[in-house]
Nanobody
Framework: QVQMVESGGGSVEAGGSLRLSCVAS?????MAWFRQAPGRERERLAF???????SYGDSVKGRFTISRDNAKNTLYLQMDSLKPEDTAMYYC??????????????WGQGTQVTVSS
């Protein structure tokens, strides 16, 4: 079992930045960020593999940056140029697959991000 705890959410004006963090209870290869807004499906924003290969969804490409510090078992999401449509609950997730080829078994509790216009 892996426990994951997010932090760093909050309220910000459009065009602003936030940095989310997610601490895992142990080393796990593939980590990702998801979000879900009310009435919308959960959306995968980005993932980073065990060898630090990254991939981004179209809605955040060029604005968000995923990174990890393996020494601290910590995942980050730097969010820049935020838009009101980025408002959602943000979740970190993880899976034991080295190359992120499976399903996400472990989830954090979520952190709210609200972007005002």
């Amino acid at each position: 079992q892996v426990q994951m705890v997010e932090s760093g959410g909050g309220s910000v004006e459009a065009g602003g930045s936030l940095r989310l963090s997610c601490v895992a209870s142990r080393v796990i290869y593939c980590m990702a960020w998801f979000r879900q807004a009310p009435g919308r499906e959960r959306e995968r924003l980005a993932f980073i593999s065990g060898d630090k290969v990254t991939s981004y969804g179209d809605s955040v490409k060029g604005r968000f940056t995923i990174s990890r510090d393996n020494a601290k078992n910590t995942l980050y999401l730097q969010m820049d140029s935020l838009k009101p449509e980025d408002t959602a609950m943000y979740y970190c997730a993880a899976q034991p697959s080295l190359y992120c080829s499976g399903g996400y078994s472990y989830w954090g509790q979520g952190t709210q991000v609200t972007v005002s216009s």
